[in-house]
Nanobody, 126 residues
C-alpha cells in the first residue's frame, strides 16, 4: 500500500486546513487509517484514527472537538479536517494504514501501523 499525504500549508491561528491521504496499491485491504504528527524535537504522536469497516474513530485529547477524520471509500482517501488551529498544532503530519485487524487499545500506537506516507507540513502562526 502506498500513501500520499497532501494539503499542508501555512495558516493563521484560528484557521482551518484539510489534509488528504490517498491510498494506492492494496488500498482496498486497509483496515485502519490513522493520522500522526511530529513537531521538531518531539516524538511522533497520535492524532486520529478511523477503521474502514465498523466506523470506529478516535482522537487525541489535544485535537478532540477541533479535528475530524473521514474517509471516502470510493476514492480510497482519508481526510483530516482541522479547525480552530493553534500554533501548537504545527508539525509534520503523517498518514498511516494497517491491513489487518487490531485491538482498539492499540490503534493510537504508531507501531500498530504497517504503511506510512511521507508527511505534509502544517504551520500555524500566532
Amino acid at each position: 500500500v502506498q500513501l500520499q499525504a497532501s494539503g499542508g500549508g501555512l495558516v493563521q491561528a484560528g484557521g482551518s486546513l484539510r489534509l488528504s491521504c490517498a491510498a494506492s496499491g492494496r488500498a482496498d485491504s486497509s483496515y485502519l487509517m490513522g493520522w500522526f504528527r511530529q513537531a521538531p524535537g518531539k516524538e511522533r504522536e497520535f492524532v486520529a484514527y478511523k477503521t474502514v469497516r465498523g466506523g470506529y474513530t478516535g482522537y487525541s485529547d489535544s485535537v478532540k472537538g477541533r479535528f475530524t477524520i473521514s474517509r471516502d471509500n470510493a476514492k480510497n482517501t482519508v481526510y483530516l479536517q482541522m479547525n480552530s488551529l493553534k500554533p501548537e498544532d504545527t508539525a509534520v503530519y503523517y498518514c498511516a494504514t494497517r491491513t489487518s485487524r487490531a485491538i482498539l487499545s492499540a490503534l493510537r500506537d504508531p507501531s500498530t501501523y504497517y504503511y506510512w506516507g511521507k508527511g505534509t507540513q502544517v504551520t500555524v502562526s500566532s
